[in-house]
């Protein structure tokens, strides 16, 4: 005689093993999701004797900033990014016045991070275009040998009757392109970033607004790969 049974699931058994998949699936989640958002520049790093709280900025009067009255982008991003920013940008100077005292300065401050950002005046003054790319390759060169991390950020397009140099402008990125890939250092796209906000300049249509000064420091902020602080889950009753 034939006997025919009918397979009843355990649902006792059936839970547990969805339980177990469940949490599996969870816990891998909140491990890649934990993953990223503990990831900084710099994590690794052998800063030496530099102090990774600290980042110094060498720049033009752009860096200097202010000129709207409100707070210049390096110390917004300071703030953003809970290190101590130095603001050494000094007004009408081309990238070669970065490449002669930033040694000097990097032994003075002793930071982790040098954010370079040159090549407006470069551009306004028509020096050689390359002898803005070597300027820039020294202070690169410098950083590192300092056991600094370098930042390199690309020059914005300009506006009103400086459009001119725009030209000179965009030869002077492509450089600056090709030392950041060659060095294998971060490099920010001010150019793209201010481009499409047009709030961004003052009437001179060089110097940031006080919304430029914003963008600006939010886009160093995207660089050092800084997430938003973890939203906790609320509380149940």
């Not at 990238?95 to 930033?102: D, E, L």
Request: aromatic fraction near 6%; proline fraction near 6%; glycine fraction near 10%.
């Amino acid at each position: 005689m034939n006997h025919t049974h009918s397979y009843r699931p355990n649902p006792g058994r059936l839970f547990t093993v969805f339980a177990a998949l469940l949490i599996a699936h969870l816990f891998v989640s909140v491990g890649c999701l934990n993953s990223g958002s503990s990831r900084t520049l710099g994590d690794g790093h052998d800063f030496g004797e530099n102090d990774s709280q600290r980042v110094l900025v060498l720049g033009d009067s752009i860096t200097r900033g202010g000129f709207s009255g409100a707070a210049p982008w390096p110390a917004r991003f300071g703030n953003m990014v809970g290190k101590t920013v130095i603001n050494d940008g000094l007004a009408g100077a081309p990238a070669g016045a970065g490449a002669a005292r930033i040694r000097r300065q990097i032994n003075r401050h002793k930071p982790g991070y040098v954010i370079i950002i040159y090549g407006a005046n470069d551009a306004i003054q028509g020096a050689p275009i390359a002898n803005t790319e070597n300027a820039i390759r020294h202070m690169v060169a410098v950083a590192k040998d300092s056991q600094c991390i370098p930042v390199l950020a690309n020059v914005m397009p300009m506006e009103g009757p400086r459009r001119i140099y725009n030209g000179r402008v965009n030869q002077i990125n492509q450089r600056i392109r090709s030392v950041a890939d060659q060095a294998d250092v971060t490099i920010v796209n001010l150019h793209r970033a201010i481009r499409r906000n047009p709030d961004r300049y003052l009437v001179d249509g060089l110097h940031l607004s006080d919304t430029g000064e914003e963008l600006v420091a939010l886009e160093f902020l995207d660089a050092f790969h800084q997430q938003p602080p973890e939203i906790k889950p609320p509380m149940r009753m």
